[in-house]
């Protein structure tokens, strides 16, 4: 990428920040006033665009953004009031800069008269659009009337120098306006010997005849804004004031032009505190801290063995650069963190759009915007978040009429929450609509073959059956939850970043979603197991408890598995020995097995059946695919203290190949002969 | 020669390569079973000792395990087995060489590693077309170095069916 594609991307980046930021204040304005701050935002993202949108030679957007910019700009000074309707327009021409923005980003020329519309209306307003206010009126005609006079009066701080700010080119993007005289104020100036080079004496008066607008001049200002003190008067009401030096600005700005300099007295605080990097380097970090604390650990490992009670300063100094090594991993790995914000703000919109077109009020409810999640979980919890949304309000949410029957208020509410809670992330997705029915869930499922129609499930056992793939049918795909995907996706999604999905319902109250996930996908917690001497990680967020049954308790099944009983519930018992192809190269099994019980993405539960618990530990998640392919039953690997590799079990798919005839042979390459491929690989 | 002077060999060898003629290829050739293997020296990564791997589950006979090698898990093969011998005994002297394929790591096993090879392309004979097995294509030709056939390896086809076809096994994993 040359550096021009590269400007181009940021701007587009950029873009991407400024439609949202803009389209957030949008949904919140309304006919009347409003609020000052949010306008202003507006107005600069707006601005932004068009500046950026013009290096880029991207005419249609700037000239579409110039106005809008226009229409903003009179909003915000209190020159013009949104009347009824114009609030939604502005949210629509959002859209429409937004579509200029993508096609301009793909590289294509946007349908033609995509803008029109739009344009057409932004220019009427500008034309007609006046407040009755007196006060507005004498404005406007400064504005708008051939008596586009101004009265600058400009007065450059030092901090706008530091900024790299240029009076000179301030000057010539006046005379781009209008007529320019300036007259420079030198009586600031101090004696030579006492004068500081980087310090603002010199200020301007400046008068600009023939302006088209009021705005246009206030434009030329808007970067040094807050850099210096300005005033603009339409000339009529300013009485001429004494000159005492004339001179062309070119002689005097590089005289008195201080150079901007790197020092960080004056109050130059009023850049940006943070900056743009990009998520390879941070994930080259995180990776660099990940190997740094497996190389601690595994320093660790081996000193251990030799330090006694003699060490205890050199202890406590390892342990010291442990606790520093862990801190820096979290420091690293907290740079990938993002609130939420980015998120959920997306959905305001979507609900909006969406209520109108299913004809239901609805209100939305964000809580928990703040809450920082990894980026890449942010990413992926996109679709599914909009599926969910979007499933609540065209099937969960009943229609006015019948909420009203059912004694509900007549506007739906659809709240989406997020918290920490366990070093998990929990995100909720709850509609006070008309709930799941179990009885029509089921009666769906057996007509689907999902179930058998004798099946006897309990109320979470029914509900979890709208995960199930294929419980969505063609039916029922509507153009608003539809796209051919129902919730099976989503929980494939979720479980894809390490979560879970369960749903919660009451008939006739309502039902609520709730996403359990992983605050980073880097690493994870898990308990190290032993088992016919290999040892694995289980994930620690599907460990229910560990049980210790008697041997007596253990039937076996016709096909082969076995069962134990738990409060009252059969559990499936998952010979982790057997699963794994391990043998035991003569060693006496341990006389009590250990059954950890973990809850599968059904939320059933299985019992894996381990020799040892090793303890609990936190492992850096290392991809399996990256030089090799998928195994089943895996779903990772990490690399622990002592640095070998371990494998990170996949409770479902552990509980799927259970399930499965144990006759099939296993998947194997061309050269494998099946009847050697079953054993020695444990050597 | 055992992983240390191999390592020794080769940056003699790439040294003295940068002298020889430009048409010459080098090889890094190594012994597994009775047989004398070599593979072109710029998709050799590395070369190491013997440890112990994590053994993987369900997996052909001669893909033995897979390593950490500075953060990265690669798998590694079993050269002999691989080509249809029986499982290595592994010793601290063994060496695996991790050879990298289409932006893949994979280390193989094999006894030791022999020599640097350096030859030019018509010095290397063809593989004789009479076998109709599947697997005399995962060598691209042989070398005859002081009596010693030399099978030069292709590393594609030596690995393809656990390594480079991933994306295919990916997709059926995904129901």
């Known amino acids: 990428m040359n550096d021009f594609e590269q400007f181009k991307q940021t701007f587009f980046d950029e873009c991407e920040e400024l439609l949202q930021q803009f389209e957030d204040v949008a949904g919140t304005l309304k006919a009347g006033s ?18 950026g949108a013009g290096a880029f030679k991207f005419d249609r957007l700037v000239k579409f953004a110039h106005e809008l910019e226009n229409v903003m700009d009179r909003v915000r000074s209190g020159r013009m009031e949104l009347s009824e309707g114009d609030p939604e327009f502005i949210i ?49 005609v400064c504005d708008k009337g051939g008596a586009g006079d101004f009265r600058i009066d400009f007065r450059p701080h030092r901090a706008m120098y530091e900024t790299a700010n240029e009076p000179q080119l301030l000057f010539h993007a006046l005379v781009a306006l209008g007529e320019l005289s300036v007259v420079a104020d030198l009586t600031k100036l101090p004696d030579l ?35 210096c003190d300005l005033t603009i008067e339409p000339l009529s009401s300013v009485a001429a004031s004494p000159a005492e030096v004339v001179v062309e600005p070119e002689v005097e700005a590089p005289d008195a032009k201080p150079v901007a300099k790197a020092e960080n007295s004056g109050p130059a605080g009023v850049q940006s505190t943070s900056i743009r990097v990009e998520l390879e380097r941070v994930d080259q970090l995180v990776d660099m801290v990940g190997e740094l604390v497996i190389a601690q650990a595994m320093a660790l490992d081996s000193l251990s063995e030799l330090v006694d009670i003699r060490h205890v300063k050199q202890l406590q100094a ?32 979507i609900v909006r759009d969406l209520s109108r077109k299913l004809g239901k ?3 939305l409810e964000l809580d ?61 997705v709850s509609d006070d609509g008309r709930g799941l029915n179990p009885e029509k869930v089921f009666n769906k499922a057996v007509e689907n073959g999902l179930v058998d129609a004798d099946a006897e499930l309990n109320k979470e056992e029914i509900e979890a059956l709208i995960f199930m793939p294929g419980f969505s049918t063609a039916a029922e795909i509507s153009d608003v939850s539809g796209r051919g995907v129902g919730m099976d996706v989503v929980r494939r999604n979720i479980q894809k970043l390490g979560g879970r999905v369960t749903v919660e319902s009451n008939e006739g109250e309502g039902s609520t979603f709730t996403l359990a996930l992983p605050l980073t996908l880097a690493v994870l917690d898990g308990m190290l197991v032993s088992v016919a001497g290999e040892r694995y990680v289980v994930p620690l ?39 794994m192809n391990l043998s035991r190269h003569g060693q006496a099994e341990p006389l009590r097995k250990l059954a950890v019980i973990v809850e599968t993405e059904f939320g059933r539960r299985v019992g894996l059946v381990v020799d040892e618990l090793l303890g609990q530990q936190q492992v850096v998640i290392k991809s399996l695919e990256a030089n090799y392919r998928r195994i089943e039953g895996v779903a990772g690997t990490a690399i622990l203290g002592d640095g070998r590799v371990r494998l990170i079990l996949d409770i479902d798919g552990l509980a799927a190949m259970a399930g499965r005839n144990p006759d099939i042979s296993p998947k194997g390459g061309e050269i494998a002969k099946p009847e050697e491929a079953t054993g020695g690989l444990s050597a | 020669m055992n992983a240390e002077e191999a390592v020794l060999a080769t940056v003699e060898a790439i040294a003295a390569g940068r002298e020889t003629s430009s048409d010459a290829k080098q ?35 001669h893909v033995r395990g897979v390593l950490n090698l500075r953060g990265a898990v690669l798998p590694i093969i079993d050269l002999q087995c691989r080509l249809g011998g029986g499982l290595t005994e592994t010793s601290p002297r063994h060496v695996i060489v991790i050879v990298a394929v289409d932006d893949r790591q994979v280390g193989l096993l094999v006894d030791a590693v022999s020599d640097i090879l350096s030859t030019s392309d018509e010095r290397i004979q063809p593989v004789p077309e009479t076998s109709g097995r599947e697997d005399a294509r995962v060598f691209s030709g042989f070398l005859t170095e002081e009596d010693q056939m030399v099978a030069m390896l292709d590393l594609p086809r030596l690995l393809g069916s656990e390594v480079l076809d991933s994306a295919l096994h990916e997709q059926t994993e995904l129901q």
């Open chain 2, 27 to 61: 090889y890094v050739s190594f012994a597994a079973g009775d047989e004398q293997y070599a593979v072109d020296i710029i998709s050799v990564r590395e070369i190491k000792g013997w440890t112990d791997v994590t053994s993987l589950p369900n997996q052909p006979d």
């Open chain 1, 368 to 428: 928990g915007e703040a809450t920082e999640v990894d980026k890449t979980i942010i990413e992926e919890l996109s679709d599914p978040l909009t599926h969910m949304i979007r499933n609540c309000m065209d099937h969960g949410l009943e229609t006015p009429e019948e909420r009203q029957a059912a004694g509900k208020p007549e506007q739906g509410v659809v709240r989406l929450s997020a918290e920490h809670r366990n070093g998990r992330i929990l995100i909720r």
């Open chain 1, 193 to 227: 010997a006492k004068m500081q080079p980087d310090e603002g004496y010199v200020s301007w008066q400046i008068e600009v005849r023939g302006v088209p607008d009021r705005a246009a001049v206030e434009e030329v200002f808007e970067f040094v804004d807050g850099d």
């Open chain 1, 92 to 140: 629509e021409a959002g859209d429409v800069l937004q579509d200029l923005v993508a096609a301009a980003r793909r590289g294509v020329e946007a349908a033609a008269g995509l803008e029109d519309e739009a344009l057409g209306r932004l220019q009427a307003m500008l034309a007609g659009g006046s407040v009755d206010a007196v006060a507005a009126d004498v404005e406007n």
């Open chain 1, 34 to 51: 409003n609020d000052p701050a949010g306008l202003d935002d507006m107005f600069r993202s707006v601005h932004s665009i068009k500046a």
């Open chain 1, 541 to 579: 967020s599907a460990i229910v408890e560990t049980v210790c049954p008697d041997a007596s308790v253990i039937r076996a099944l016709p096909d082969g598995g076995t069962v134990m009983p738990l409060r009252g519930e059969a559990i499936r018992l998952i010979d982790l020995c057997q699963s």
């Open chain 1, 318 to 349: 390892l342990e010291d650069l442990t606790m520093r090594t862990r801190q820096l991993q979290e420091g690293v790995m907290a740079v990938r963190m993002q609130p939420l914000k980015a998120l959920f703000q997306r959905f305001p919109r």
């Open chain 1, 361 to 363: 009020s609805v209100r």
